[in-house]
């Protein structure tokens, strides 16, 4: 009976690289070690790195974004050993909390450079930019983009256990055959990558093989979910994750304060370290009994909410910025969007990459709207109107305010 | 001072076939007649033909799914010539109520046969199927899909200004351009078709300039609007629409009892006739005030609401169900997303059509949630728990209940 | 199978006067006889008249307000004999729809003489007062209290069964008792009052019975609910009304286009006349298995709704206006609560009279905030801010618009 | 530029009683020495103790809120100095965060024993009983009572500027004037208590004085606010206080982590210590601009919420559980509207003193619903659905569950 204050499962060390500590990783890759146990029906805190690792200052120069070295991100906190849990059961993860450490009240949002990572819309803003985030309790406003402020909808842009070995094969086949056919100038995948891979405990020789064969934790992946960066998947949700492996090897990373539906500048959410505690319940045979081969969730009761009638929203279609038609493209369409919010924010006086920034983070709902109608593809893309401290109805005559800048490079 | 009634500017007659009234029409053409003038602030009632203009029986059988003539479509009422309005304005359109006839209380959902129209999950159910609805005040139930019930959100699929000349030969020739294109064995869009056109009280001349010119009903586009099929786009909304022609010459149509995102099953709204009530008011030079190229909304402040807790919540990443990866193909996601739900409605018993009609008509909320981790996109998409009668939840022992089935074509 | 009509169970005629008509009564007595039987689990529409039966204009003088003939109101439409009910058993009512008459787009809200009705702040707001609201679909304004505009959370002011003898003669004994123990300068207890009493179908013999013993209709009483006033028994409400003699006798009437928690001014919702429409569904052996002595409701999914952060929200005490310390008295506490907002309201330009009646019929939030803080009682009024035109937070400079006047009584 | 943690105001010493630390004090008077400055515009976090000071132990037993010394709680923090503040402005104060302390991540709710401090409904339930509640992050459950389980909306009980000399005059005038009219066997309000009156950093002699003059912090009131205990000023919420002093000498305390509307078992919300973060903004002759006599806020736009159709809703009326009739009296009203539903609370089987438990802390909405309807108030209660583990829909059969019990004084 009594006190009993919650058991931190992992902390992070922040004198010294997250690389070189072992509570951590950076691949998916079912050989891991585990770094401890977690009973059926436990709940733990779990100290996380923010997705860069810390190479991101809270200063006005965009130029560590530029510079972002892209093989040291996401090091997530785990694998954890989930006792009784086998493949084919069920993991049912709650999320009952989610906190930035008290010491670090700020998080960023980024714009890649296009040839560093890039992002949704990097055609059109191939530049890198940030802004940088304070937090105000439940809060956050950015000296980079004056005149809005929200409270966050916070949650884990990662969590997922260690796929299979089996698993872990079909994605290198399927995202190698897409790299091997793809004849854009761009990457479409990652495929694994050997440097600055972080095997968390494993031996030399282990790591060697998980440097080679390891997934990398950019995209999420349908077996597991992973990098899903769902902004409602936030405090109180329950997530349904397939188990793969025996001890279902769990991880977690990359916290978010914010982050807007697509989070579309690719470093997009407000990016942040922080705490998340996190209850384990294993359903036996779950995948079976509910029939699903991937993630599951139930959101939280306790969201920040505007009425459905302060969301100023804007349509898109799949025809592109040089009039192509495109044929029942839903990311065509909702590039569009973005590009329409954009191009309506310039009356007030931001510029395109502090409104590039903000859809990224801000609670933005994006909403596939019609998927048959062809050939359009229509998308939606909701913005709270009451983030901003002025009004910003269309038939409201706009007054142009003084935005400053978010952080460019220094030239 | 005093007692006023709503005044309504165009009456549907059920007695003979819409194609026989002046007041409709089922093409975008500049040259189409107006069929009245409305006032700029003034409020009107406009009737509306469901889509099919009446193809469809309130009967349990999907035959006349399977044989609906697809160029009889979308009878739209008007156009109206909106006083004051000229190119470059915006018209702000307020939806203040949406009606079924009181004497035809219900309304239909249908998947369209693979070879005639299909919908977005054709690929795997091809077969013609459909649902009737009956209205019980702001609910709808279904014979057809027993255990669910939900109140409408209830909305015009369609309404937008007609295109300029310039505007409409744009369409025409980036459309064309897909079609030449186009390999796929299907349609990915529809050019102009003389058959059955309708353009209201055009003369024989004009009309047929206007069959063979005029821009087809089914996609909505981006310089007006159009077919949006936005489920939100409900009473109490505000949308604002660019002007291309004098008087604007607006249309409205398609009404629907209630749309889930995505309105997957192409007729998959519940499809309705019915009585709109518009106010109109012109903002002049509004295009260029508000720097809009497409048409942009504020949702009217009246929805049904679920807590943010109430969605159970279904993922889908861009690799298909052959197992072959696509590269940010949110097309490809949210069709994985539907198929997870539709697998877990099985546990039920409800058999896929009937979730394939369910998901097309229920308010569900298709999210985009990442677009930028390559090489996956991921979608979600929220069915709200509390349209069942019974527990959906997932740690919930499922029972299976009686869930008879939807129409099907006549053996 | 097949289109289906919902049936009008009883309808108002509008060239004669309520009191000729037999589908109507306004006194609470067992012995009015049914007019009419609904199954169980049938929906029918019923018409109602507003509560006044037609005594007030829509014009801009308070005079019919003034002159308001209060023995003739509520004119309910019923009773209905719900077939298989019997005493003990709950009758389930699901309001499924209530609308406006189509041709009387148009209510009323009133400030009552305090020498005829008063209301809750009749001390201080003792002159008779007016606002007509028109109805522009879902939402409604006024020209008598400009600037504001919101959307009617439509409901009905008055139902339930008819009580059994016993049941009556309770209300009777106790009701009377009150009048009698009365010392204050004011009726605190309306008693049976035959003039202009209506018995609906009752024979002359009858009718003289009814019109002595009849219970009057403006308390809601804890056996049957009555007229409980409450602003969220909307649409899609289902409410449990305990059932006393054979057959229900069910009765409903004074319906409401929109309220605020209180109705503080008496004729203070937006009264009007309309149609409901309503399932009835026999409970059998209700109230023993629910264990209730009082209805009891579960409000419906669709509501006009305004984030939390909407609601500009003012506290009151109970320490009366003249500094006097009452013990725990939410009334008083209440009074309060509204002056301070009508105090605030003041620094935008309306008149005193106009806020009176705005909180009356706007759908502000009145809570019991504290009960138990001893001697105060804590009550808070919550004014959705978004139901204005202009920015009524309190650290925005306010600028004085014209707002015009409510009606008063002609000079 | 760069991360900057908030500071700290005041902070609890939990190895010795509140009562001897300087930080804080239970009695409010204009002479209680400051203990630390706050800049306009700065944000700080503060320290608080649970109102009891440490007197109720996370245990099984109610013997401890049975013998709880009533002259020694709310030991509140502060009062602090507010830069720029001077009687006639206003102080608004933004609720940026709450949060429990980390290595106590309980709270308690009590019934009080009627011959100390008694409750709303102590006439019936005059037995002491508690309840010990478990943080899981956002949620709470209690051992005491099952199967019920909800996230907090975490809020101060007391927040307040300190009185004049003018002021607490006032209060000491027409709160003993209640006292000595009183007729009524038990208190109905405290007069100034020297007993373990606690004046902070006061000397011997101010003490004395204080201790003599100083109000009791039990209820709120109109001129300060004080203790409100209102439910949704929580986290986000901004409130506008009247400033008396010069400095303001605002003081803080009493969090809860959760409470329903009325907190009617008097210890009646989750009450816990905790950490409070606010931000301070002198608003310069905010009375006299804003014409207002008591506090206001606006919420925060971060809640539990649930969708309106998830209440299930009873209602009261004033007549008392004798039959007497009251006139208008919304106290009795409400006493009525929680005695029906701890009433439909035993159908499951939690015993009555759990349902006054639960209904005193969970989010639960107290609506005034009619407030003149001669003779009756009526009242409404709306009872979360969804903090229940099982179905407590009306027409659902129950199923009696292991409820257990709360705690009740030893034997």
Do not use: Q
């Given at each position: 009976m009594g006190v009993k204050e919650i058991r931190t499962a992992v902390k992070c060390d922040f004198s010294k690289p997250a690389a070189e500590q072992e509570g951590f990783h950076n691949r998916w890759h079912p050989d891991i070690p585990s770094i401890g146990k977690i009973a059926n029906n436990e709940v733990v805190k779990i100290e996380c790195f923010d997705w860069t690792g810390g190479q991101i200052g809270n200063n006005d120069s965009a130029d560590d974004i530029r510079d972002v070295d892209l093989t040291k991100i996401h090091y997530l906190s785990g694998p954890f050993h989930i006792e009784?849990?086998?493949?084919?059961d069920i993991l049912l993860v709650e999320i009952q909390d989610v906190q930035p450490f008290q010491d670090q009240p700020w998080g960023f949002t980024g714009v890649f450079d296009k040839k560093n990572?890039?992002?949704?819309l990097d055609d059109i803003y191939p530049e890198p930019a940030k802004a940088i985030w304070d937090f105000e309790g439940i809060f956050c406003s950015s000296r980079h983009i004056p005149h809005v402020r929200f409270p966050g909808l916070i949650h884990p842009g990662i969590l997922g256990n260690a796929p299979s070995a089996e698993v872990l094969a079909e994605w290198n086949r399927r995202e190698g055959e897409l790299i091997s056919a793809n004849s854009l100038p761009r990457d479409v995948a990652k495929p694994p990558e050997p440097q600055n891979a972080h095997a968390g405990g494993a031996d030399a020789e282990l790591k060697t093989k998980i440097a080679r064969e390891g997934a990398r934790t950019i995209p999420g992946r349908p077996e597991h979910g992973g990098n899903c960066d769902i902004k409602n998947l936030s405090r109180g949700s329950k997530i349904y994750l397939p188990v793969h492996v025996t001890g279902a090897k769990f991880s977690v990373g990359d916290l978010h304060f914010s982050e807007g539906d697509?989070?579309?500048?690719?470093?997009?959410?407000i990016e942040m370290a922080g705490i998340i505690t996190l209850k384990f319940t294993v359903l036996k045979d779950g995948m079976a009994q509910m029939g699903t081969k991937s993630p599951l969730y139930i959101p939280g009761p306790v969201e920040p909410h505007y009425g459905p009638g302060r969301y100023l929203t804007f349509e898109g279609f799949s025809v592109d910025e040089q009039g192509k038609q495109h044929y029942m493209d839903a990311t065509v369409a909702y590039r569009q969007t973005c590009l329409r919010a954009i191009e309506y924010l310039r009356r007030y006086g931001y510029n395109d990459y502090q409104s590039y920034l903000l859809l990224s983070c801000a609670p933005i709902q994006g909403h596939i709207a019609g998927i048959v109608d062809i050939p359009n593809a229509c998308t939606t893309l909701g913005l709270p109107m009451d983030i901003f401290d002025f009004d910003i109805r269309p038939e409201t005559k706009p007054e142009k305010l003084d935005m400053g800048s978010c952080a460019f490079v220094d030239k």
């Open positions: 009784t849990a086998e493949p084919g990572g890039g992002g949704f697509g989070e579309i500048s690719f470093c997009g959410a």
